[in-house]
């Protein structure tokens, strides 16, 4: 089955730098994959995702990579905010199934 | 209400009691998911509804029971549970429950903060 790693589980930067969490899935057939940020005492919340097909997506400050051959992909969160700081989680999902396998989260600390 | 609503967001029980935890969700998706968030691990898969059918059961312990009465609606039974059962539960919806389907996104719920005493 699907395994997904992440790194680094904690991350801490000054505001205003930037942030880059990494993500390896095992399966080759996983073609989603979702990030979601967590606040506390709230559900993760779903705050970019790529298909297969897309090498890159932006959306304001943040963007995700994704490398197929490699099976890794990337979150990238330029010019942090305090509000930035929570647990990021990322996810693979397949084609063929309905599930889907998250990492085990990184908890990123913006330092004003 | 929009979303995925979660009732209740506490709940404090004993060993020996039953209640249930709701979840509803508002986006006219046709999957829903349980799952649990313990402490420094993984979120783990407990159970997956498709079109009101259940699809999957993670090897959870029988003191979980679920329920999807529609695709809007969600339960999740408990009875006589451990303290090592004391988690964040957490439901989530997608809109493509089916194999292959071209719409994957899952959108959670703020959960229910379990505590067995």
């Known amino acids: 089955g699907e395994n997904v790693e992440q790194h680094p589980s904690t991350l801490s930067v000054q505001e205003g730098d930037s942030a880059v969490i990494k993500c390896t899935y095992s399966?080759?057939?996983?073609?989603?994959f979702p990030w979601y940020k967590q606040e506390l005492g709230k559900g993760p919340q779903l705050i970019i995702d790529?298909?297969?097909?897309?090498g890159e997506k932006k959306d304001q400050r943040i963007a995700v990579t994704l490398n197929k051959t490699a099976k890794h992909f990337s979150l990238h969160i330029t010019e942090t905010q305090p509000e930035d700081s929570a647990v990021y989680f990322c996810a693979a999902r397949h084609n063929y199934g309905q599930n889907f396998v998250f990492g085990p989260g990184t908890r990123l600390s913006v330092l004003p | 209400e929009t979303g995925v609503t979660q009732t209740p967001r506490h709940l404090v029980m004993g060993m020996t009691n039953k209640k249930s935890l709701k979840c509803e969700q508002h986006?006219?998706?046709?999957?829903m998911y349980w799952y649990k968030q313990s402490a420094k691990k993984p979120l783990e898969l407990m159970f997956v509804y498709n079109f009101k059918e259940q699809t999957e059961n993670n090897s959870v312990p029988s003191r979980f029971s679920p329920e999807c009465p529609n695709s809007s609606h969600l339960f999740l039974h408990l009875h006589t549970l451990q303290p090592e059962d004391s988690a964040l539960y957490l439901c989530?919806?997608?809109?493509?429950?089916?194999?292959?389907?071209?719409?994957?996104?899952?959108?959670f719920g703020p959960g229910t903060r379990l505590t067995v005493t």
């Open positions: 399966d080759s057939a996983s073609n989603y």
């Open positions: 790529i298909r297969s097909n897309v």
């Open positions: 989530a919806s997608s809109p493509q429950g089916l194999a292959g389907g071209s719409s994957y996104e899952q959108y």
């Open positions: 986006l006219g998706h046709n999957a």
